[in-house]
């Protein structure tokens, strides 16, 4: 069955290295994510496993053979584009029977393929619609349709919501995933919006400029980030700059800009050295007036969003740093802006990093 | 830095409707009365003439046969063109080798070789003692119909490539990519998505071969012996008005419904997508198979289109060692007819080359952009087409009578001009219009809403990115100009090179004079073509 092993795999163009050395195993009838920010690689490295492009160096294994050599139409993939490249001058049905057609299965075969297909897409009522006679969420389903009737066990897909909007993309996901699971295929998404990974998948791997920095589930990735990078593009943290100003066993002293001091559980850093604090917005407590007390900060609302689901506060520190604190609209008590505020840390769900040497700015950028 | 007066009181001038609608009208009145219609009104006007021709059967029968062999060549090599011209296309566009910019370039040489002059180029490789006959000992091709195809495949050639070539780059290479991943092998491919998508373009370049070969007179006369097809029946009976008309009226008329009805059929055409022959594709599309495609396509385009093309070139080499170039240059005896005419042809080429981008401009965006709605505007598409497939000789021919008869104070070198501007001015709005299509509008509605003037957003928007495609048209019209020579001939008593070079053939000039002569022309031509050519590529394109 279709498990997926890179190993050591490099692509360069020109001077570029699209896929810098990457070495990943993706598991059989795993949904798994390349999740990066534009230009990081992912779609190199989703069309270096269609050989659609070849690999400079490294070895890529779909079950247990080796492919590097072997054209696309032998590696029995599907493969959904991001335009959804539906062949203009075919028409719906056309499309979906391309697959068992150019295989050469008999005639009664593939029509009894397109139409289990189209009913799952439920599509079946558009067969004689051309391309361009589909909405953007029909084409998609037809793109997997088409896809799904070449008989593939690997899917691979390639940020194949990114061109829907929000409603259409937020349904089609779910579905998509469903779909997948009932057949048991593996399936390779590429995508650059991480709420979609989150959702859709079993374990993601974050891409940034060619390299995997972290291959987790969803929730491994959020609870557990092993890089400022992957806290600051999986969800939303604040970064808080200090040093290590004490070392009490497990227990480190971060003091802030300010003086102001933040205990906090880790290990492996040594004292004086620079340390970045990622705390995930909706884990701050954030209560009226002034009460200075241990791990917190004073500070004043400097701007409220309501979001609907959630309110935002931006809240300028004592030291004059900014954090995001994010609350339950419906449940809590709002507050003003210009407010006074006691901002509270929990200790035990704040990530302490080594100080990058390129500095934190170069750290955070996505491009 | 401030805009100049001027220039600011011409942007606002372009947004006048008045204004513009002035430019488009005098642009379409110019195309009727300058372009199209003259050479059918000069068809027309001795309509009465054919009556002549059908009191003699056995003209009538030479005739028709003469124009039903026109279509035959036309078809047959316009096939050949395609079969030939797209494995080119696509190994100039998909292959990885850097030679392939080479290749590219070097399939552009035959356009720039005037016709005559490949014309007597082909006969010198194929028939003449110094050519490929020397191995065998008779003519390896004798002057007929034959050799008239290898002409008429030499001289197209480069139309379908060229045409091709545009169209494979600009075809979005996904559909293929998607054809391959659902199983399909690299010819099934090909056959069944890319080709199938750009059914159009191969249709636009069997069409233009066909077009040119049908209208092609120069270089056919060299070659032709006894054959006689449309454009030598017209040549042979020019001093017979009846005969000439007669003729043209029956090719304009074949040739438009041919295109008619390609035009409204081609895109009804079905081609065979659905049936897939999986095992047989895989082993038509090995590499070894491909190979040995990429070999035939290469033979056939250095040995039929090439070497031949630039056969001339080798008695020039000679005439340089030979002593003749200091003669040449100082243009004593022959030499001085020979620059005179050179410098005609230029300058014939540079003024139809400007006339044509001014009046041909308005009449590209107008059709680019349909601003006179869907209808009007695919109906004067195909009329612009219309100079392209009339025989260039009965073209010529046809201008002759009705300016001459109308408007006989018009001076000699202005029929010239007006002949040649009917010619090319095809290629221009043709080469623009398609660029003008494929600019997003939204660029220059985006020009707009920040406050652009029509004529601002044409020189800072439509232009940068259309003027690649401007360029290729007006290299084709200056090298069709200069290479012209059917409709000079007949047009007007002035010698240009492409005459020049066809009255020394016929009056038995030393090869090597006349390989120097024709070197010349190409050498420069050349020149030009590069120079245009590393204008463009030196700066930015999108």
Sequence with gaps: MPDVRLVNVTKKYGKIVAVDNVSLHIYDKEYFSLLGPSGCGKTTLLRLIAGLVHPDEGEIYIGNKLVNDVPPEDRDIGFVFQT??????????????????????????????????????????????????????????????????????????????GQLDAKVRNDLRYEIRRMTK?????????????????????????????????VGSPKELYMAPKSIFIAHFIGESNFLEGYVSSINGKQLTIELRGGTEIKVIQQNMRKGEGAVLAIRPETLVVEKGRKKKRNSMLGIIQRTTFEGTNIRYEVKLENQDLVVVVKPSMIEEWLNLGEKVTVNFSPEKIRVFAYPEAGLREELTVE | ????????????????????????????????????????????????????????????????????????????????????????????????SKWLNVLDTLSDIPFIVPTATLGYSLLLFWSEPGGLSSLFGTPFVSPGWLLIILLHFAFSFPVVVRVMVGALLDYKLEYEQASRTLGAAP?????????????????????????????????????????????????????????????????????????????LLGSKLRLPVNKVWPMTERKLSTSAVASSRNSVTLLVFFVVVLVPSLFVAIPAFEAVFAGILPEALSGLGLWGDYWQSMALSYLVGTVVTLLNVVIGLPMAIMIGRKKLGNGLSTIIDMLVNIPIIVPSVALGASLAIFWTENFSFIPEIWLLIFAHLSITYPYFVRSMSAAVERINIDLEEA????????????????????????????????????????????????????????????????????????????????????????????????
């Design chain 1, 84 to 161: 959804f490249a539906l062949f203009p001058h075919m028409n719906a049905w056309d499309n979906v029977t391309y697959g068992p057609r150019v295989k050469g299965f008999n005639v009664k075969k593939a029509e009894t393929i397109g139409h289990e297909v189209l009913e799952m897409v439920k599509l079946h009522q558009r067969l004689d619609a051309y391309p361009n006679e589909l909405s953007g969420g029909m084409m998609q389903r037809i793109a997997v349709a088409r896809a799904l009737a070449a008989g593939a066990q690997l899917l691979l897909l390639d940020e194949p919501l």
């Design chain 1, 182 to 214: 009932d057949l048991g295929l593996t399936a390779i998404h590429v995508t650059h919006d991480q709420s979609e990974s989150m959702v859709i998948s079993d374990r993601i791997a974050v891409i940034k400029r060619g390299r995997i920095l972290q």
């Design chain 2, 1 to 96: 830095m401030p805009k100049p007066r001027i220039t600011n009181t011409l942007y606002e001038l372009s947004s006048k409707t008045m204004i513009k609608n002035t430019i488009y009208i005098i642009s379409t009145i110019i195309f009727f009365a300058l372009i199209l219609l003259p050479p059918i009104l000069g068809i027309l006007i001795k309509w009465n003439t054919m009556q002549d021709v059908f009191n003699q059967p056995k003209l009538v029968s030479e005739a028709l046969n003469a124009i039903a062999a026109s279509f035959a060549v036309a078809f047959v090599v316009s096939s050949v063109d395609v079969i030939f011209g797209v494995p080119m296309a696509w190994m100039i566009t998909r292959g990885k």
């Design chain 2, 187 to 263: 010819l099934t491919a090909a056959r069944t998505v890319t080709f199938a998508i750009l059914k159009p373009s191969v249709i636009a370049s069997f069409t233009l071969a066909f077009a040119r070969s049908l209208s092609e007179t120069g270089a056919t006369m060299m070659v032709a012996g006894v054959f006689v097809n449309g454009p030598i029946f017209i040549k042979n009976h020019i001093n017979e008005t009846g005969a000439l008309v007669f003729v043209s009226f029956i090719l304009i008329v074949l040739s438009s419904l041919v295109f008619v009805t390609i035009r």
């Design chain 2, 447 to 542: 020009g707009k809403t920040l406050g652009a003037k029509p004529l601002c957003i044409f020189r800072t928007i439509t232009f940068p990115l259309a003027k690649y495609s401007m360029l290729s048209g007006a290299i084709m019209m200056f090298t069709r100009s200069v290479s012209e020579t059917g409709a000079t001939l007949v047009v007007s008593n002035l010698v240009t090179a492409p005459v020049l070079l066809v009255n020394w053939v016929k009056t038995g000039v030393p090869t090597m004079t006349l390989g120097l002569g024709c070197g010349f022309l190409i050498l420069f031509s050349f020149i030009i073509l590069l120079i245009l050519r590393l204008v463009a590529r030196g700066r930015r394109t999108y």
